[in-house]
Structures are given as C-alpha cells and as structure tokens.
C-alpha cells in the first residue's frame, strides 16, 4: 500500500528506544496505525546506548512535540529513575515498557505486559478472575503475566520455573502485593489447574524443548501462549492434539499496543 504519511510542522512525533535498534517493531506498528487513523503522528527508531540514556531523556524532554516512546532493552530499568510517575504495574514488574510525557512535561512510564496478555485472554472470552493458573516461566514476561493475574483476581497462581530462585523470589513478591492470592511455586505439572501458560522462550525455535509434559494436558485446559512467531508453537500444536483449548501469543502483543496507543493519546482499537 502506497503511503500516504505527511510529515509537517504539525506532526507529533513518538519513538521506539533501544540498543541495538534494527530488530525494534514498533514503528512498524504504530505507523501504519497513525495513517489508517488519520492521526498526523509518526514514531522513529531511538538507537540510543546506555550511557546516552540520560542525555536523551533530557533532550526529548525539551522537544514540545515529541509524545512518548516504547521501550525496550537494555532501557527498561535504567528509564525508570528519569520517570515522574510509574504506574502500579511498572512498580510492581520494577521495568517500563514505554512512557509518555503529560502536557506538563512529566515524564509518565509504565509496563503493560502483563495487562496485554489478561486483555488478550479477556477478549478472547476466556475468564481470569476465580481461574486457578499455573505459569510456566519467571522471566520478564512471566514477572508482570504474574502481577496481573492476580491484579485480575485468580484464585490460585502456581509458578513453575528451571530456576527455581527465581520463581521463589517472583511468588513472593507477588504475596506481598496481592496477600490474598494463594501463589506456590510448583513442578511443572500442569493437572489440577484449569489455565497453563506457557511464559518461558521454550517454543520460540523448532529445536526448543517442549515447556511442559503434553501428556499431563487435559481437554478441559486452556494451554496459552506468549510466543508470537512461531504462531503455532509445539505446546500449542501438542495441546490441540490432546484436545484443549489454546490462546495465542499475539493478542497479548495487540493489546499492549492498544494500552500504549492510549497513553499516547490515541484510541485504536484491536482489529478482529
Ligand atoms: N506476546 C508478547 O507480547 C510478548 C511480550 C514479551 C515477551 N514475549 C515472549 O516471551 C518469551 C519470554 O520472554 P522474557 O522477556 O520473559 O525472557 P526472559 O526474561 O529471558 O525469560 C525466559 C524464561 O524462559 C525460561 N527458559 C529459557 N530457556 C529455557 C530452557 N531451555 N528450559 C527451561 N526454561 C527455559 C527461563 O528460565 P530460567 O529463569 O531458568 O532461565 C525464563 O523463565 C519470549 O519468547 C518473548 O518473545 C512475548
């Protein structure tokens, strides 16, 4: 398709920040967003090294026309200390995953991982609130998938990761935030819970391990995924197999995208 994106004196602008930079997709994304809403914006690739963070932040403070950027590696954590405000998600995960300035000029950041996959899940008609989980995983995703579960309100949260430290530390902090939530790390033994979400980058390459045994699956489970590419990861293949209902990775990516938009200023809604 032919675009039809006019840069002028109007046009706010937005970033993506990183280092390296030319495996960022948001501009790829929000671009095409901007132009199919007719919003006269355009995100450009930040490539800015950690030691440049602060010079940049200080400069893109004094652009009146620059909105906000999404943010990844390695600026997730170093951005925080230059944010005025960081929503409760970004607190609890401890990393930001984009921000915005206000019309002050505050610099506001957040992490919407964890909302994008419950809103994923949400609009997809699958429930949250009351369902016992079991997460496969204590990276960065599965860190904010976590405190958003139980933001959401399961009733129980099982973690389940190779090292296990680090599923010991993540369950307790997410005790601490949400006391009401029973959270225990666990095997990697899916029965007894009713959605299995696989939240490690076990898929992400054919060669991969499987995250989980398929043959403790049960038809009556929900097997969901963060993986993006491949669409169809082994887990979800071997969980269709054994009949269950499965959930791509995608939308949670969709929905973080919708959650950002909003922060930006825009409403773009996720397309069917
Ligand atoms: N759909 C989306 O919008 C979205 C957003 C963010 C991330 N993701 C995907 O989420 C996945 C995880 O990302 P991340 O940022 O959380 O990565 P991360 O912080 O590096 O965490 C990786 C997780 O996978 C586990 N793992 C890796 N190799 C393993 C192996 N051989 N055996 C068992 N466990 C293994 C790790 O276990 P240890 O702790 O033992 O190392 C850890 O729990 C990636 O595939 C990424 O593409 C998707």
Excluded: W
């Amino acid at each position: 398709m032919q675009s039809t994106l006019t840069i002028s004196g109007k046009t706010r602008v937005f970033g993506c920040i990183s280092d390296p930079i030319s495996h960022v997709r948001a501009p790829s994304v929000f671009n095409p967003l901007f132009e199919k809403h007719g919003v006269d914006a355009v995100m450009v690739p930040l490539h800015v090294p950690p030691e440049g963070l602060d010079t940049a932040i200080a400069g893109l403070r004094a652009m009146a026309n620059f909105g906000g950027m999404a943010v990844t590696l390695p600026h997730k954590l170093a951005i925080m200390k230059h944010c005025d405000e960081i929503g409760r998600q970004g607190q609890l995960v401890g990393a930001v995953n984009f921000v915005a300035f206000d019309a002050q000029r505050r610099l506001i950041g957040d992490n919407c991982d964890g909302s994008g996959f419950v809103n994923g899940m949400l609009a997809a008609g699958y429930a949250v609130k009351g369902t016992e989980a079991l997460m496969v995983g204590a990276g960065g995703a599965a860190r904010a998938i976590a405190f958003s579960l139980a933001d959401s309100g399961v009733k129980r949260l099982g973690i389940a990761n190779r090292t296990e430290a680090k599923a010991v530390e993540l369950a307790d902090a997410v005790r601490a935030a949400y006391p009401n939530v029973p959270v225990e790390v666990c095997a990697v033994d899916p029965r007894g819970f009713e959605t299995v979400i696989n939240a490690t980058s076990l898929g992400l390459n054919e060669a991969d391990s499987l995250p989980l045994d398929p043959a403790l699956l049960a038809p009556a489970q929900l097997m969901a995924e963060v993986i993006m590419n491949p669409v169809d990861t082994p887990i979800l293949r071997a969980a269709t197999a054994k009949g269950c209902r499965i959930h791509y990775g995608r939308p949670m990516f969709d929905h973080q995208v919708t959650i950002i938009a909003k922060l930006f200023g825009y409403d773009f809604p996720i397309e069917k």
